[in-house]
């Protein structure tokens, strides 16, 4: 590999094997305007929103557990499930509802809208709350992988959403660490021709909370991440695309809750939600 003028060259290449690009695209020396004509990327920056439907929002709501799996009432994520119905069905959504499910039933639910056709919707949104754990969700029952679920959605099993965004909300713990947090000192406020993408491309995750770390709800006013989601969505969702609103979801977890506890080991601690995003345009959740 060279270096010039700072700037390296080669081909790309794969961690597990040489891989050779069919094109590839320099950067140096570049505008924005000419940036953008070399890589096409200039009628590709929103995602399309103009079919005859939204789509589809599936909220799982899950609120009392089998004994056998020792996991406690969900109490406050009703609210939650409420407040979720409200604010998609405002956005154009086909929202649908489903209390206490068993992982059989989460899994049929999904495999079902997956079997749909989407040709005419602009995307699809699912919310689970629930128990878990990291990689894992609960029915009532029990726990299933969250990959295999997503994994309904992928671009070779669900055609008729290829390049369309396939958003999932995770409230639910992923592990058993608390954060006690930090103190701080610093305060800031075309015609397109036929394309192969990944199977995995379109996706976004938004988890209530990093990996390892509880996630918190309250029992009467639902949980700090749904709560904070639906209230930027109010606030922001006409002008803002999801990625800006979920950092504005952070910010407010972040900064405006703190745990409140009878016992001292769970007493002020806080949370930050974690995004994942595979998505490849910006998505504005209106037309």
């Known amino acids: 590999m060279e270096n010039q003028n700072g700037v390296q060259y080669g081909v790309d290449t794969s961690d597990a094997k040489t ?57 406050g994520t009703d609210l939650d499930a409420r407040k979720l119905h409200e604010t998609f069905t405002s956005l154009g959504y086909k929202v649908m509802v489903y209390n206490d499910q068993k992982c059989t039933d989460i899994f049929g639910l999904l495999k079902k809208i ?17 128990h878990g754990e990291e990689g894992l969700i609960y029915g009532v029952d029990g ?9 309904l959605f992928r671009g070779d099993r669900c055609k008729t959403l290829v390049g369309k ?15 006690a947090g930090v103190e701080t000192d610093s305060g800031s406020e075309m015609g397109q021709d036929t394309q192969r993408i990944p199977v995995e491309a379109d996706f976004l995750y938004a988890y ?32 803002l695309e999801l990625l800006q609103i979920l950092t504005c979801v952070n910010h407010m977890v972040a900064l405006e809750f703190e745990s409140a506890s009878n016992q001292e080991t769970f007493h002020a601690k806080k949370q930050i939600p974690c995004i ?11 037309k």
Request: charged share 20%.
């Open 19 to 75: 891989y050779f690009t069919s094109q590839q695209i320099h950067l140096q020396d570049c505008d924005l305007k000419d940036m953008e004509r070399k890589t096409k990327f200039a009628h590709l920056l929103k995602y399309k929103m103009d079919y005859p439907e939204m789509g589809t929002c599936l909220i799982i709501n899950n609120k009392n557990f089998h004994s056998s799996t020792n996991m406690s009432t969900r109490n």
């Open 114 to 130: 997956s079997d749909e056709d989407h040709s005419k919707r602009s995307s699809f949104v699912c919310a689970i709350l629930s």
């Open 208 to 239: 209530s909370t990093v990996p390892g770390y509880y996630s918190w709800r309250n029992t009467m006013n639902g949980s700090w991440f749904v709560q904070s989601l639906c209230e930027m969505i109010k606030l922001y969702g006409s002008h």
């Open 165 to 179: 965004p396939k958003i999932f909300f995770i409230q639910a713990c992923r592990g058993t660490e608390l954060d």
């Open 143 to 151: 726990n299933i992988k969250i990959k295999n679920l997503t994994d």
């Open 276 to 286: 994942v995003s595979m998505l490849t345009k910006a998505f504005y959740l209106f």
